[in-house]
Protein backbone atom coordinates (compact mmCIF):
# COMPACT_ATOMS: atom_id res chain seq x y z
CA UNK A 1 0.00 0.00 0.00
CA UNK A 2 3.23 2.45 -0.47
CA UNK A 3 3.76 2.01 3.16
CA UNK A 4 0.63 4.61 4.11
CA UNK A 5 -0.16 2.60 7.11
CA UNK A 6 -1.26 5.23 9.39
CA UNK A 7 -4.35 4.35 9.40
CA UNK A 8 -4.81 0.88 7.57
CA UNK A 9 -1.68 -1.22 9.47
CA UNK A 10 -2.59 -4.59 11.13
CA UNK A 11 -3.97 -4.17 14.98
CA UNK A 12 -0.12 -5.16 16.50
CA UNK A 13 1.76 -2.95 14.15
CA UNK A 14 -0.80 0.20 15.17
CA UNK A 15 0.83 0.11 17.96
CA UNK A 16 4.27 1.70 16.08
CA UNK A 17 2.82 3.63 13.15
CA UNK A 18 -0.15 5.18 15.30
CA UNK A 19 -1.25 4.24 18.71
CA UNK A 20 -4.37 6.45 18.08
CA UNK A 21 -5.82 4.13 16.47
CA UNK A 22 -5.37 0.69 18.72
CA UNK A 23 -8.60 1.78 20.65
CA UNK A 24 -10.66 1.12 17.14
CA UNK A 25 -8.75 -2.43 16.34
CA UNK A 26 -9.14 -3.45 20.27
CA UNK A 27 -9.87 -7.53 20.82
CA UNK A 28 -7.07 -9.74 20.70
CA UNK A 29 -4.18 -10.23 18.78
CA UNK A 30 -0.78 -11.95 18.10
CA UNK A 31 2.22 -12.76 16.28
CA UNK A 32 4.46 -15.67 16.86
CA UNK A 33 6.11 -14.71 14.35
CA UNK A 34 6.03 -12.77 11.53
CA UNK A 35 9.38 -12.73 9.33
CA UNK A 36 9.95 -10.44 6.64
CA UNK A 37 12.82 -10.59 4.14
CA UNK A 38 13.51 -7.81 1.40
CA UNK A 39 15.92 -7.67 -1.17
CA UNK A 40 17.15 -5.88 -4.39
CA UNK A 41 17.85 -6.79 -7.63
CA UNK A 42 21.81 -7.49 -7.54
CA UNK A 43 20.85 -10.01 -4.89
CA UNK A 44 18.41 -11.88 -7.26
CA UNK A 45 21.40 -11.51 -9.85
CA UNK A 46 24.38 -12.55 -7.53
CA UNK A 47 21.78 -15.92 -6.71
CA UNK A 48 21.67 -16.87 -10.19
CA UNK A 49 25.20 -16.47 -10.93
CA UNK A 50 25.92 -18.46 -7.87
CA UNK A 51 23.50 -21.31 -8.79
CA UNK A 52 25.27 -21.20 -13.03
CA UNK A 53 28.57 -21.43 -11.22
CA UNK A 54 27.90 -23.63 -8.10
CA UNK A 55 30.42 -26.17 -9.61
CA UNK A 56 33.05 -23.58 -10.16
CA UNK A 57 32.88 -22.53 -6.60
CA UNK A 58 33.36 -25.85 -5.27
CA UNK A 59 36.36 -26.45 -7.41
CA UNK A 60 38.23 -23.21 -6.77
CA UNK A 61 39.97 -23.80 -3.70
CA UNK A 62 40.91 -27.94 -4.72
CA UNK A 63 40.94 -28.13 -8.39
CA UNK A 64 41.51 -25.07 -10.15
CA UNK A 65 44.87 -24.14 -10.99
CA UNK A 66 45.76 -20.00 -10.25
CA UNK A 67 45.29 -19.37 -13.57
CA UNK A 68 42.06 -20.84 -13.55
CA UNK A 69 41.30 -18.82 -10.53
CA UNK A 70 42.02 -15.72 -11.81
CA UNK A 71 40.07 -16.35 -14.70
CA UNK A 72 36.77 -17.05 -12.72
CA UNK A 73 37.74 -14.23 -10.24
CA UNK A 74 37.62 -11.73 -13.41
CA UNK A 75 34.50 -13.51 -14.05
CA UNK A 76 32.68 -12.61 -10.76
CA UNK A 77 33.81 -8.94 -11.04
CA UNK A 78 32.74 -8.77 -14.90
CA UNK A 79 29.19 -10.10 -13.87
CA UNK A 80 28.25 -9.36 -10.75
CA UNK A 81 31.53 -7.27 -9.18
CA UNK A 82 31.34 -3.44 -7.83
CA UNK A 83 27.15 -4.08 -6.99
CA UNK A 84 25.98 -3.67 -3.52
CA UNK A 85 23.75 -6.43 -2.77
CA UNK A 86 20.94 -6.04 -0.26
CA UNK A 87 19.49 -8.12 2.28
CA UNK A 88 17.08 -6.83 4.97
CA UNK A 89 15.77 -9.30 7.26
CA UNK A 90 12.59 -8.34 9.50
CA UNK A 91 11.45 -11.08 12.63
CA UNK A 92 8.79 -9.38 14.50
CA UNK A 93 6.74 -11.04 17.74
CA UNK A 94 3.75 -9.27 18.68
CA UNK A 95 0.69 -9.15 21.38
CA UNK A 96 -2.31 -7.05 21.50
CA UNK A 97 -4.87 -7.10 24.71
CA UNK A 98 -7.90 -4.73 24.23
CA UNK A 99 -5.87 -1.24 23.79
CA UNK A 100 -2.98 -2.13 25.01
CA UNK A 101 -0.09 -3.46 22.32
CA UNK A 102 3.69 -4.70 23.25
CA UNK A 103 5.84 -5.82 20.35
CA UNK A 104 9.40 -6.83 19.75
CA UNK A 105 11.62 -6.71 16.37
CA UNK A 106 14.24 -6.34 14.57
CA UNK A 107 15.81 -4.80 11.56
CA UNK A 108 18.40 -6.10 10.02
CA UNK A 109 20.12 -4.51 6.98
CA UNK A 110 22.75 -6.05 5.22
CA UNK A 111 24.81 -4.86 2.12
CA UNK A 112 27.52 -7.16 0.62
CA UNK A 113 30.12 -5.94 -2.32
CA UNK A 114 32.83 -7.80 -4.15
CA UNK A 115 36.01 -6.21 -6.36
CA UNK A 116 38.33 -8.56 -7.86
CA UNK A 117 41.19 -6.77 -10.52
CA UNK A 118 43.55 -9.47 -9.96
CA UNK A 119 46.05 -7.19 -12.39
CA UNK A 120 48.49 -10.73 -12.21
CA UNK A 121 51.58 -9.26 -13.44
CA UNK A 122 53.74 -12.07 -15.02
CA UNK A 123 57.02 -10.64 -14.95
CA UNK A 124 56.88 -9.75 -10.74
CA UNK A 125 54.40 -12.18 -9.62
CA UNK A 126 52.46 -9.33 -8.13
CA UNK A 127 48.78 -9.50 -7.65
CA UNK A 128 46.20 -6.86 -6.51
CA UNK A 129 43.94 -8.86 -3.82
CA UNK A 130 40.28 -8.87 -4.31
CA UNK A 131 38.19 -7.38 -1.62
CA UNK A 132 34.77 -7.97 0.32
CA UNK A 133 33.54 -5.38 1.83
CA UNK A 134 30.48 -5.71 4.12
CA UNK A 135 28.24 -2.83 5.67
CA UNK A 136 25.07 -3.77 7.79
CA UNK A 137 23.17 -2.05 10.03
CA UNK A 138 20.99 -3.88 13.24
CA UNK A 139 17.91 -2.44 15.09
CA UNK A 140 16.40 -4.22 18.29
CA UNK A 141 13.13 -2.42 18.91
CA UNK A 142 10.61 -2.83 22.06
CA UNK A 143 7.39 -1.14 21.50
CA UNK A 144 4.63 -0.57 23.65
CA UNK A 145 1.35 1.10 22.57
CA UNK A 146 -2.24 2.34 24.57
CA UNK A 147 -4.92 3.49 22.64
CA UNK A 148 -7.51 6.32 24.90
CA UNK A 149 -11.17 6.36 23.24
CA UNK A 150 -11.54 10.21 24.49
CA UNK A 151 -15.74 10.34 22.82
CA UNK A 152 -17.89 8.28 20.45
CA UNK A 153 -15.62 9.80 17.51
CA UNK A 154 -12.21 10.71 19.10
CA UNK A 155 -9.46 8.09 19.33
CA UNK A 156 -6.20 8.64 21.09
CA UNK A 157 -3.15 6.98 22.20
CA UNK A 158 1.00 7.29 23.38
CA UNK A 159 3.33 4.79 22.17
CA UNK A 160 6.75 4.55 23.70
CA UNK A 161 9.72 2.43 22.18
CA UNK A 162 13.21 1.71 22.69
CA UNK A 163 15.78 0.35 20.39
CA UNK A 164 19.31 -0.30 20.30
CA UNK A 165 21.54 0.45 16.92
CA UNK A 166 24.37 -1.64 15.95
CA UNK A 167 26.56 -0.46 12.84
CA UNK A 168 28.99 -2.67 11.22
CA UNK A 169 31.48 -1.90 8.28
CA UNK A 170 33.87 -4.54 7.36
CA UNK A 171 36.60 -4.72 4.71
CA UNK A 172 37.50 -8.67 3.77
CA UNK A 173 41.02 -8.71 1.57
CA UNK A 174 41.29 -12.21 0.13
CA UNK A 175 45.09 -13.44 0.50
CA UNK A 176 47.39 -12.83 -2.79
CA UNK A 177 48.53 -15.14 -4.63
CA UNK A 178 51.42 -16.57 -3.09
CA UNK A 179 53.84 -18.52 -5.97
CA UNK A 180 51.37 -21.22 -7.54
CA UNK A 181 49.21 -21.98 -4.77
CA UNK A 182 45.79 -21.69 -5.16
CA UNK A 183 44.16 -18.98 -3.53
CA UNK A 184 41.86 -20.00 -1.12
CA UNK A 185 38.40 -17.86 -2.10
CA UNK A 186 37.30 -17.14 1.88
CA UNK A 187 40.55 -16.93 3.76
CA UNK A 188 41.33 -13.31 4.48
CA UNK A 189 42.67 -10.61 6.58
CA UNK A 190 39.53 -8.39 7.69
CA UNK A 191 39.54 -4.81 9.18
CA UNK A 192 36.36 -4.09 11.03
CA UNK A 193 34.33 -1.32 12.56
CA UNK A 194 31.36 -1.85 14.66
CA UNK A 195 29.47 0.89 16.53
CA UNK A 196 26.39 0.85 18.87
CA UNK A 197 24.18 3.50 19.86
CA UNK A 198 20.87 3.37 21.89
CA UNK A 199 17.66 5.60 22.63
CA UNK A 200 14.20 5.83 23.43
CA UNK A 201 11.23 7.60 21.98
CA UNK A 202 7.70 8.56 22.87
CA UNK A 203 4.69 9.05 20.20
CA UNK A 204 1.60 10.54 20.28
CA UNK A 205 -1.27 9.72 17.98
CA UNK A 206 -5.06 10.57 17.96
CA UNK A 207 -7.50 9.30 14.99
CA UNK A 208 -11.19 10.85 14.10
CA UNK A 209 -13.84 8.70 12.66
CA UNK A 210 -16.07 11.06 10.59
CA UNK A 211 -17.98 7.87 9.72
CA UNK A 212 -17.48 4.18 9.05
CA UNK A 213 -16.49 5.12 5.45
CA UNK A 214 -14.13 8.57 6.80
CA UNK A 215 -11.32 8.94 8.92
CA UNK A 216 -8.57 11.30 9.80
CA UNK A 217 -5.56 11.00 11.44
CA UNK A 218 -2.07 12.22 12.46
CA UNK A 219 0.96 11.55 14.81
CA UNK A 220 3.96 13.10 16.33
CA UNK A 221 6.70 10.92 16.15
CA UNK A 222 9.24 11.06 18.69
CA UNK A 223 7.66 13.56 21.08
CA UNK A 224 10.14 13.01 23.68
CA UNK A 225 13.20 11.51 22.06
CA UNK A 226 16.99 10.94 23.61
CA UNK A 227 19.74 8.93 21.66
CA UNK A 228 23.32 8.51 22.82
CA UNK A 229 24.73 11.55 20.69
CA UNK A 230 21.84 12.91 18.87
CA UNK A 231 18.09 13.54 19.68
CA UNK A 232 15.38 12.57 17.11
CA UNK A 233 13.64 15.69 16.21
CA UNK A 234 9.33 15.04 16.29
CA UNK A 235 7.97 14.06 13.08
CA UNK A 236 4.55 15.16 12.43
CA UNK A 237 2.69 12.92 10.41
CA UNK A 238 -1.27 13.18 8.78
CA UNK A 239 -3.52 11.08 6.88
CA UNK A 240 -6.61 10.23 5.81
CA UNK A 241 -8.36 6.67 5.22
CA UNK A 242 -11.23 5.87 3.01
CA UNK A 243 -13.32 2.85 2.90
CA UNK A 244 -16.50 3.48 -0.36
CA UNK A 245 -17.85 -0.05 0.45
CA UNK A 246 -19.51 1.40 3.44
CA UNK A 247 -21.02 4.16 1.76
CA UNK A 248 -23.05 0.98 0.00
CA UNK A 249 -25.46 0.82 2.74
CA UNK A 250 -27.79 -2.11 3.03
CA UNK A 251 -25.72 -3.59 0.09
CA UNK A 252 -23.89 -7.36 0.97
CA UNK A 253 -20.47 -7.44 0.39
CA UNK A 254 -20.53 -10.76 -0.96
CA UNK A 255 -17.07 -11.22 -3.30
CA UNK A 256 -15.41 -8.08 -2.42
CA UNK A 257 -15.11 -8.05 1.66
CA UNK A 258 -13.48 -4.91 1.67
CA UNK A 259 -11.77 -1.84 -0.17
CA UNK A 260 -9.51 0.30 1.42
CA UNK A 261 -7.84 4.08 0.23
CA UNK A 262 -5.10 5.89 2.20
CA UNK A 263 -3.18 8.90 2.00
CA UNK A 264 -0.44 9.73 4.21
CA UNK A 265 2.16 13.04 4.62
CA UNK A 266 5.10 12.34 6.56
CA UNK A 267 7.15 14.67 8.18
CA UNK A 268 4.84 18.26 7.93
CA UNK A 269 6.99 20.51 9.72
CA UNK A 270 9.68 19.54 7.11
CA UNK A 271 12.54 18.03 9.43
CA UNK A 272 14.24 16.24 6.90
CA UNK A 273 13.87 19.18 4.30
CA UNK A 274 12.95 17.27 1.51
CA UNK A 275 10.39 18.15 -1.28
CA UNK A 276 6.55 17.35 -0.34
CA UNK A 277 6.41 14.62 -3.31
CA UNK A 278 8.50 12.58 -1.59
CA UNK A 279 6.53 12.70 1.96
CA UNK A 280 3.58 11.24 0.21
CA UNK A 281 2.37 7.77 0.39
CA UNK A 282 -0.48 6.55 -1.29
CA UNK A 283 -2.43 3.33 -1.27
CA UNK A 284 -4.77 0.92 -1.96
CA UNK A 285 -5.71 -2.47 -0.56
CA UNK A 286 -8.31 -4.62 -2.09
CA UNK A 287 -9.92 -7.68 0.08
CA UNK A 288 -11.31 -11.00 -1.44
CA UNK A 289 -11.72 -14.18 0.23
CA UNK A 290 -8.86 -15.61 1.00
CA UNK A 291 -6.58 -12.90 -0.66
CA UNK A 292 -5.61 -8.79 -0.89
CA UNK A 293 -4.69 -6.86 -3.81
CA UNK A 294 -2.37 -3.64 -3.17
CA UNK A 295 -0.55 -1.07 -5.13
CA UNK A 296 0.59 2.74 -4.08
CA UNK A 297 2.90 5.08 -4.71
CA UNK A 298 5.21 5.16 -2.13
CA UNK A 299 8.15 8.55 -2.60
CA UNK A 300 7.05 8.85 -6.34
CA UNK A 301 7.66 5.16 -6.97
CA UNK A 302 4.98 2.95 -7.79
CA UNK A 303 4.43 -0.58 -5.49
CA UNK A 304 2.57 -3.28 -5.82
CA UNK A 305 2.03 -6.59 -4.02
CA UNK A 306 -0.55 -9.25 -2.68
CA UNK A 307 -1.38 -11.33 0.82
CA UNK A 308 -2.89 -14.45 1.13
CA UNK A 309 -4.12 -15.35 4.96
CA UNK A 310 -5.99 -18.85 5.52
CA UNK A 311 -6.86 -19.07 9.14
CA UNK A 312 -3.86 -18.09 10.97
CA UNK A 313 -1.51 -18.20 8.58
CA UNK A 314 -0.30 -15.18 6.26
CA UNK A 315 1.82 -14.70 3.48
CA UNK A 316 2.59 -11.62 1.34
CA UNK A 317 4.98 -10.34 -1.70
CA UNK A 318 5.36 -7.31 -2.56
CA UNK A 319 7.90 -4.86 -5.27
CA UNK A 320 8.79 -1.27 -5.49
CA UNK A 321 11.58 1.24 -6.24
CA UNK A 322 13.07 3.11 -3.96
CA UNK A 323 15.65 5.76 -3.39
CA UNK A 324 18.31 3.49 -1.35
CA UNK A 325 21.45 5.15 0.36
CA UNK A 326 24.09 3.00 -0.66
CA UNK A 327 27.87 3.72 0.39
CA UNK A 328 28.50 5.14 -2.97
CA UNK A 329 25.37 7.71 -2.32
CA UNK A 330 21.63 7.45 -3.32
CA UNK A 331 20.60 4.73 -6.23
CA UNK A 332 17.35 4.00 -7.29
CA UNK A 333 16.97 -0.05 -6.75
CA UNK A 334 14.12 -2.74 -7.22
CA UNK A 335 13.39 -3.86 -3.94
CA UNK A 336 11.34 -7.16 -3.35
CA UNK A 337 10.05 -8.42 -0.13
CA UNK A 338 8.58 -11.79 1.00
CA UNK A 339 6.45 -12.48 4.37
CA UNK A 340 5.34 -15.08 6.28
CA UNK A 341 3.77 -15.41 9.73
CA UNK A 342 1.08 -16.59 11.97
CA UNK A 343 -1.11 -14.62 13.56
CA UNK A 344 -4.58 -13.55 14.44
Known amino acids: MGNAGLLSSNPIEMGYFNP ?6 GGFHIYVPMVQASFNQDFIDLANFIGDNEQEFED ?12 FLDKIN ?8 GLDFDPMIGLQLGKLSFSAYSVSRAQVRFEATPNLDPMTGSYDAPTLMTRSEVDLVMNAGL ?34 QPIELFSASTEEAEDTVTGFAADVGGTFTLTKAIAVGGLI ?5 SMEG ?13 KPLELLLGIPKVFLR ?80 VSVGIGF
Open 20 to 25: GALSLT
Open 60 to 71: FDTVMTPAEQLN
Open 78 to 85: DEVGSKWV
Open 147 to 180: GIQAGPLLHGGVGVRFLSRTHTEQLQTIDPLEGT
Open 221 to 225: RGLVS
Open 230 to 242: ADWEPEVCAGVRL
Open 258 to 337: DFTLEADIQDLANVRGESYSEKLQLGAELKIPFFALRAGMNRGKLTYGAGFHLLIFDFAAAKTSLPVLTPLGVEDQDLYS
